[in-house]
């Protein structure tokens, strides 16, 4: 009988030198790529001590504060955060029966869950304007809180920096309509001598607090913000600060059907593009961005987007949202 020559198991000395010698190798590599990769990448953002004073904490997340440490961009921790809210907004928006921007110049300080409405004898709410009107009208709204404002450049007077967009849903609550969110952007400059030179910008959403079972203020559900630095380092000047900005914050594109009531002054008219349905262009700021310096824009003011054309490749968030998405 043949026996056969014993085998023993496992590798031989050479087939684990040459597997260590590979390891080596691979792992050296990443180890070059991952140097490379880190080197090339703007250095951690610093924080910097925000003045916002206790009337905006207040309004904005609810606390007693006069400073906010926000990170100075590129942010890509408030990158993260600005993903997140991103699709948070998608979702909201898609199920919403109606979305409104209304523009400001300070603080928003009203966040309803409910706004009185009787579809019987109030007016339909098919614009932003008379979604103004009526909460005006209806929920002693003051007028000075939001904007009597219809695009960029219509009016002669200066873009509003800051914006809420009230998203509204189906309504359980008879004679009211239901508020599923606010999203509140703010753009904040700081020039002063004893300030952080540079500009302060957020995007903060409002819903109802996860326990709650009836109509209540909106409350602070997340968001994120940022600290640009100027463009233009240590500015001297009011006209070296002007280059910086970030706006408009959205673009209202009305009905077509519209342009049968020709308005004053003309240039209004040339935002009735929609065939059906009316919708916005709305951008946020952009935490990667490193400043927020201007664009050139050399269109013409008759072309509906030279009221924009220097937001373009300006933010990775920009949004196009019906108005009435539900419909």
């Given at each position: 009988?043949?026996?056969?020559?014993?085998?023993?198991?496992?590798?031989?000395?050479?087939?684990?030198?040459?597997?260590?010698?590979?390891?080596?190798?691979?792992?050296?590599?990443?180890?070059?790529?991952y140097g490379t990769i880190v080197r090339s990448m703007p250095s951690v953002s610093s924080?910097?001590?925000?003045?916002?004073?206790?009337?905006r904490t207040q309004a904005f997340y609810g606390t007693l504060s006069n400073t906010v440490d926000v990170g100075m961009?590129?942010?890509?921790?408030?990158?993260?955060?600005?993903?997140?809210?991103?699709e948070q907004f998608l979702a909201d928006t898609l199920s919403a029966t109606a979305v409104f921007c209304l523009p400001r110049d300070g603080i928003n300080t009203w966040k309803p869950s409910l706004i009185a409405y009787n579809p019987?004898?109030?007016?339909?709410?098919?614009?932003?304007?008379?979604?103004?009107?009526?909460?005006?009208?209806?929920?002693?709204?003051?007028?000075?809180?939001f904007r009597d404002y219809r695009n960029p450049l219509n009016d002669g007077t200066a873009v509003p920096q800051n914006t809420s967009i009230f998203v509204l849903g189906y309504s359980k609550y008879s004679g009211y309509l239901k508020v599923n969110a606010i999203y509140d952007i703010?753009?904040?400059?700081?020039?002063?001598?004893?300030?952080?030179?540079?500009?302060?910008?957020?995007?903060?959403r409002y819903a109802d607090a996860a326990a709650a079972i009836s109509a209540s203020t909106l409350t602070y559900m997340g968001g994120y913000e940022v600290f640009f630095?100027?463009?233009?380092?240590?500015?001297?000047?009011?006209?070296?600060?002007?280059?910086?900005?970030?706006?408009?914050?959205?673009?209202?594109?009305?009905?077509?059907?519209?342009?049968?009531?020709?308005?004053?002054?003309?240039?209004?008219?040339?935002?009735?593009?929609a065939y059906e349905r009316p919708f916005y262009f709305i951008w946020w700021p952009d935490p990667a961005a490193r400043h927020l310096g201007a664009v050139a824009n050399t269109l013409a003011s008759t072309d509906p987007r030279q009221a924009y054309n220097q937001m373009a490749g300006r933010s990775a968030f920009m949004f196009t949202v019906p108005m009435f998405p539900a419909l």
């Open positions: 009988m043949n026996r056969r020559a014993h085998q023993p198991g496992g590798f031989t000395s050479v087939e684990l030198l040459l597997v260590l010698a590979l390891s080596a190798v691979i792992l050296g590599g990443a180890v070059v790529c924080m910097v001590a925000v003045p916002l004073g206790t009337a961009a590129p942010q890509y921790g408030a990158l993260s955060l600005a993903e997140e809210l991103r019987i004898t109030d007016d339909e709410l098919d614009t932003p304007q008379k979604f103004r009107t009526h909460i005006i009208a209806h929920a002693s709204v003051s007028s000075s809180l703010d753009i904040i400059r700081f020039t002063g001598v004893t300030e952080p030179n540079g500009t302060y910008a957020s995007v903060k630095p100027p463009s233009i380092p240590n500015p001297t000047s009011a006209s070296q600060w002007s280059t910086d900005g970030f706006a408009p914050l959205f673009v209202t594109f009305e009905r077509a059907s519209r342009l049968a009531l020709r308005e004053t002054p003309t240039t209004i008219d040339r935002f009735k593009r």
